[in-house]
C-alpha cells in the first residue's frame, strides 16, 4: 500500500517555471522507478518523466532540455522542475510509482500554463 501526496501545481505563465513534488508513504516500497505523466484537456494521458532507482532518466520528447526529475530514494520522494514552461504544459499532472507489486498513481495536481 502506497499513498502519493502531490503538490506544486499552479498557473504559471508562458515562460516561466514550476516545481512538482510527490512524497510516497505506506507500506510498500519496494520501489523500482518513478514518474509523472500528465493529462491535458481532451488529450490521452501521456508520460512526462520517470527515473528508477538508480537514477537512470527518460523524458518525452516535448519535454526534454525543459523539465528534469530527481529523486530521493530514501524520501521516497519525486521531483519535476519544469521550466520554460508553454500553454501546451498545461494539464493535470499525475505522480506514479512503480513498484515491485504494482503501480500507484496519485490524485493529481492542476498544471495551467498561460500565453
Known amino acids: 500500500q502506497v499513498q502519493l501526496v502531490e503538490s506544486g501545481g499552479g498557473l504559471v505563465q508562458a515562460g516561466g517555471s514550476l516545481t512538482l513534488s510527490c512524497v510516497a508513504s505506506?507500506?510498500?516500497?519496494?520501489?523500482?522507478?518513478l514518474g509523472w505523466h500528465r493529462q491535458a484537456p481532451g488529450k490521452q494521458r501521456e508520460l512526462v518523466a520517470t527515473?528508477?532507482?538508480?537514477?537512470?532518466?527518460y523524458y518525452t520528447d516535448s519535454v526534454k532540455g525543459r523539465f528534469t526529475i530527481s529523486r530521493d530514494n530514501a524520501k521516497n520522494t519525486v521531483v519535476l522542475q519544469m521550466n520554460s514552461l508553454k500553454p501546451e504544459d498545461t494539464g493535470v499532472y499525475y505522480c506514479k510509482v512503480v513498484t515491485v507489486f504494482r503501480i500507484y498513481w496519485g490524485q493529481g495536481t492542476q498544471v495551467t500554463v498561460s500565453s
Open positions: 527515473i528508477t532507482r538508480g537514477g537512470d532518466t
Open positions: 505506506g507500506s510498500d516500497f519496494r520501489i523500482n522507478s
